[in-house]
């Protein structure tokens, strides 16, 4: 258990299906991110919240819409979505106001899209 | 473009041996260098970072050295161990412009016994 906690673990859907990915953390912290992980590239940067606000959208395709309603909780809803969307999908907690620029990782949702 | 550049997809090393990561970025505004280590169906997790005002941070088997000159960070991992097999990452941020962590694309460290 790293602190944030990601549901579903694994997800297969299919192009015309909507879904969601949560993310959680009772860690204290005031940022939150989603990355994306396809095999053999960088972990790729999708969104930033900063205390519940969005900073950065990395030109994410609006098929992907995601929601803070707080500072614990990150949402990542998912619809009409590419094959080539299937990836790993990180999400990501840090508190850089207390200088702590590390990110504490949750275990990722496996996501097929069929 | 990669800020971050990991070269070897692929490294393999005799249990008890040295292992030796690298990682080299292009942006000299980053300032601060992290490595994380992810095991399969894992999220990374963070295993030892530098600040760029030092050029060595060791923490147990673990040594980070940061040559800014030459834009270059090396991860040595003294011994070896078969549980130290993973994805290794190397990511880097502009502590003044927030802390968005650019990562390059990882090392699989096998290590044999």
């Known amino acids: 258990e790293t602190g944030v906690t990601q549901t579903p673990r694994h997800l297969v859907m299919g192009m015309t299906n909507k879904k969601s990915l949560k993310c959680e953390q009772h860690?204290?912290?005031?940022?939150m991110y989603w990355y994306k992980q396809s095999a053999k590239k960088p972990l790729e940067l999708m969104f930033v919240y900063n205390f519940k606000e969005q900073t950065e959208n990395n030109s994410v395709p609006s098929r992907f819409s995601p929601e803070c309603p707080n500072s614990s909780h990150l949402f990542l809803h998912l619809h009409t979505l590419q094959p080539e969307d299937s990836a790993l999908y990180l999400c990501?907690?840090?508190?850089?106001?207390?200088?702590?620029?590390?990110?504490?990782f949750g275990s990722g949702t496996r996501l097929t899209v069929v | 473009d990669q800020q971050v550049k990991q070269n070897s997809p692929s490294l393999s090393v005799q249990e008890g041996r040295i292992s030796i990561l690298n990682c080299d970025y292009t942006?000299?505004?980053?300032?601060?260098f992290l490595w994380y280590k992810k095991y399969p169906a894992e999220g990374p997790t963070f295993l030892i970072s530098i600040s760029s005002i030092k050029d060595k941070n060791e923490d147990g088997r673990f040594t980070v050295f940061l040559n800014k000159s030459a834009k270059h960070l090396s991860l040595h991992i003294v011994p070896s161990q078969p549980g130290d097999s993973a994805v290794y990452f190397c990511a880097a941020s502009d502590m003044e412009y927030g802390n968005k962590l650019v990562f390059g694309a990882g090392t699989i460290l096998r290590v044999k016994s």
């Open positions: 990501a907690s840090s508190h850089p106001d207390r200088g702590d620029y590390g990110y504490t």
């Open positions: 860690l204290g912290h005031n940022a």
């Open positions: 942006n000299s505004m980053f300032d601060y």
